[in-house]
């Protein structure tokens, strides 16, 4: 249980398009879920708190306009690198809490974000 | 909000050894601690946790000790295998729900 899925698992873009990243809680429901972001060898670095039916909540320093988030149902949230720069490039890994469980956080399997 | 150091930031032991990581947190009033262990390109592992209404827990070759005066959480791996080897992160849920990460402690356990 507490399988969480995330898609693309690898993306490689120009400069300048957008991408789209989903994260799906495949056998529980997810009221929350986070997305993070990790540089190679540094920690996890928390960018926003995705709520379902509500905007999401974004960690001081990010643009949320920048990175959309929407979390339209119980299993499913995604985020969308807009206009993305070789500096987006970057490991973006989502978490979700099982709305029923405690505290504890499931992590997908991570999206490699490349942006020429 | 809440700020989680993590130590050491390389760790190497022989194998059978035991390792200890230390981490310390700046909010008292998080109350849940997990330590995941995350081994390269791969997705963060939940090995242990801890509720701060316990002092110690113990998963086979694995345990958790969490003193809330010092705020200060620890992970014991006893005889360490090869396949221990990756990165251990703490973190601690502070007042918002949200989790915050240690900086990792890369564990390399040699033959």
């Known amino acids: 249980g507490a399988v969480v899925s995330q898609h693309p698992s690898r993306v490689i873009c120009k400069s300048g398009t957008s991408v789209k990243i989903e994260c799906r809680s495949l056998d529980f429901q997810a009221t929350t879920m986070f997305w993070y972001r990790q540089f190679p060898k540094k920690s996890l670095m928390l960018m926003a708190t995705?709520?379902?039916?509500?905007?999401?909540?974004?960690e001081q320093g990010v643009e949320k306009d920048k990175f959309l988030i929407n979390h339209a149902s119980l299993t499913l949230s995604t985020l969308t690198v807009t206009s993305a720069h070789p500096e987006d490039s970057s490991f973006y890994i989502c978490?979700?809490?099982?709305?029923?469980?405690?505290?504890?956080?499931?992590f997908g399997p991570g999206t490699r974000l490349l942006v020429l | 909000g809440e700020n989680v150091e993590q130590h050491p930031s390389t760790l190497s032991v022989q194998e059978g050894d035991s390792a200890v990581i230390k981490c310390t947190y700046s909010d008292s009033a998080s109350n849940y601690f997990p330590w995941y262990k995350q081994e390269l390109g791969k997705r963060p592992q939940l090995i242990i946790d801890i509720r701060s209404n316990v002092g110690e827990k113990k998963d086979q070759r694995i345990a958790v000790t969490l003193n809330k005066t010092a705020k200060h959480f620890s992970l014991h791996i006893t005889e360490t295998q090869p396949e221990d080897s990756a990165v251990y992160f703490c973190a601690a849920t502070g007042t918002a729900s949200k989790l915050t990460f240690g900086t990792g402690t890369r564990l390399q356990v040699t033959l």
């Open positions: 995705s709520n379902e039916g509500s905007k999401a909540t974004y």
């Open positions: 978490s979700a809490r099982d709305s029923g469980g405690l505290e504890t956080q499931y």
